[in-house]
């Protein structure tokens, strides 16, 4: 998988309203980190950390995601929670030098607001509220892993796709996802056959249309009927809760 080169693009010192998590700042936060935010796209299968690499730049999804993965005990990777348009990557290196305790993959490409780590950093130290917002949004990350992670659990495959398909959704504001097999297996600790065979349930069933790598809700009220109760839990343990922004 490829590496994001250093941040490169054009300055984004406008308010950022694709991304909720930088429009809903107040305007005197969002002015210390306008001057050093900039505007990337990055392609699906870019690697923005792996476990144990210094966080250097923060990334804010305006139109992608980026999932976050843990390394199961047979040397698989599972994914234990997802970033979209409502939050960010990387932030709590502005409480001081971090390093990634997951893998952090861009798996949905678009464009991505980015700052480095050492200007956040800055900014935090002149603002208290930045620094809470930090805090905040660590704690509701924190929670969505805990809450996949029993998921993953006590869960049969089929609630839990549904649960990831509404959850990718919700970070991109939109209906067509693409994500390929690998990507679903990934997500769910199962294998590619496996993800197949419940696609192809649920496209059968007229919830969903599934080709190329490209998947498409077309009933989302049955989809939400068919996920697991997670799902709306996690939902409860938003940012609109937590931080006043709403996934």
């Known amino acids: 998988m490829a590496k994001p080169s250093a941040v490169a693009g054009q300055p984004a010192i406008a308010r950022v309203l ?35 690499d210094p966080i250097e730049q923060i990334y804010f999804p305006q139109t992608g995601m980026i999932s976050l993965f843990v390394a199961a005990g047979d040397g698989e990777m599972v994914a234990v929670a997802s970033i979209g348009s409502e939050g960010a990557a990387g932030l709590q290196s502005g409480l001081g030098g971090r390093s990634s305790f997951t893998r952090a993959i861009v798996q949905i490409g678009g464009r991505f607001s980015v700052i480095s780590a050492s200007r956040f950093a800055r900014a935090v130290s002149r603002s208290a509220a930045l620094g809470e917002l930090i805090q905040r949004y660590t704690e509701m990350l924190l ?90 839990a996690i939902k409860h343990e938003n940012l609109s809760r937590r931080i006043g922004v709403k996934i």
């Open 143 to 232: 929670a969505e892993a805990r809450q996949n992670a029993a998921c993953n659990a006590i869960h049969d495959g089929s609630s839990r796709l549904c649960r990831w398909l509404l959850q990718c959704a919700d970070r991109v504001d939109g209906e067509q996802l693409p994500l390929t097999q690998e990507f679903l297996a990934d997500m769910l600790g199962v294998r590619r056959t496996t993800v197949t065979l419940l696609a192809q349930e649920l496209q059968n069933k007229g919830i969903l249309r599934y080709s190329r790598g490209r998947i498409t809700i077309l009933d989302r009220r049955t989809l939400e009927d068919c996920a697991c109760e997670c799902y709306e």
């Open 18 to 52: 694709d991304n909720r998590l930088l429009a809903a700042l107040p305007d005197d936060c969002f002015a210390l980190l306008a001057p050093d935010l900039k505007e990337v796209v990055l392609g699906q299968g870019v690697v923005c950390y792996e476990p144990g």
